[in-house]
Nanobody, 120 residues
Framework: QLQLVESGGGLVQAGGSLRLSCAASGRTFSSLRMGWFRQAPGREREFVAQ?????????YYADSVKGRFTISGDNAKDMVYLQMGVLKPEDTAVYYC????????????WGQGTQVTVSS
């Protein structure tokens, strides 16, 4: 069973930066994609960014983070990163790492989440 563990969350002032990491373990297949999602209090979980994992490593971003966040990965280490810059209070949320299986693009594996709080 694939397990994902996030780290790197914390408290940061608006305009600051944070780097989230996601370590995958127990993998017996190669995911098609790895991604980051977030959930703010009282809101539904939303897409943040994703990266093709078994092909061209193309990246995709939500409009709200485009130009401020960068997703990257190290396939050999099975690590995914989210570099977050120019953080805003509205970026405050629990951030989740997610992985698809090897058959379709549905995210089937989720980490426990890491809290990011941006103060104004």
């Amino acid at each position: 069973q694939l397990q994902l563990v996030e780290s790197g969350g914390g408290l940061v002032q608006a305009g600051g930066s944070l780097r989230l990491s996601c370590a995958a373990s127990g993998r017996t297949f190669s995911s098609l994609r790895m991604g980051w999602f977030r959930q703010a209090p009282g809101r539904e979980r939303e897409f943040v960014a994703q990266i093709n994992w078994d092909s061209d490593y193309r990246t995709y971003y939500a409009d709200s983070v485009k130009g401020r966040f960068t997703i990257s990965g190290d396939n050999a280490k099975d690590m995914v990163y989210l570099q977050m810059g120019v953080l805003k209070p509205e970026d405050t949320a629990v951030y989740y790492c997610a992985a698809t299986g090897n058959l379709d693009m549905n995210y089937r594996y989720w980490g426990q989440g890491t809290q990011v709080t941006v103060s104004s």
